[in-house]
């Protein structure tokens, strides 16, 4: 079964860094986009980055780019989202998710806090 989890997430100060990692396993992985959301306390979930199934193309919110870098490792099983120049704005959950067949799968979500 498709299973994504990730990790990376913490408490950070304004300016700072994060790394996030989403490991999935259960499917091809290299045959599908990934895709990393984020949802802030009382706002809808929103797509933050996503990147090709080759890692060939990447798309960015707004909001996020020239900040954060969605990347991938095929042979790994694994998407990363490098987080630089966090601002509090970003305080969210992240999660992963893959579409397979015309459904969704999400992970159980990383804690991002940035606050001073």
């Known amino acids: 079964q498709v299973q994504l989890v990730e990790s990376g997430g913490g408490s950070v100060q304004p300016g700072g860094s994060l790394r996030l990692s989403c490991a999935a396993s259960?499917?091809?992985?290299?045959?599908?986009?990934m895709n990393w959301y984020r949802q802030a306390p009382g706002k809808e979930r929103e797509l933050v980055a996503r990147?090709?199934?080759?890692?060939?193309?990447?798309n960015y919110a707004d909001s996020v780019k020239g900040r954060f870098t969605i990347s991938r490792g095929n042979a790994k099983n694994t998407v990363y989202l490098e987080m630089n120049s966090l601002k509090p704005e970003d305080t969210a959950v992240y999660y992963c998710?893959?579409?397979?067949?015309?459904?969704?799968?999400w992970g159980k979500g990383t804690q991002v806090t940035v606050s001073s």
């Open positions: 990147i090709t199934n080759t890692g060939s193309s990447t």
């Open positions: 259960g499917f091809t992985f290299s045959a599908y986009p």
């Open positions: 998710k893959v579409t397979r067949a015309g459904t969704n799968y």
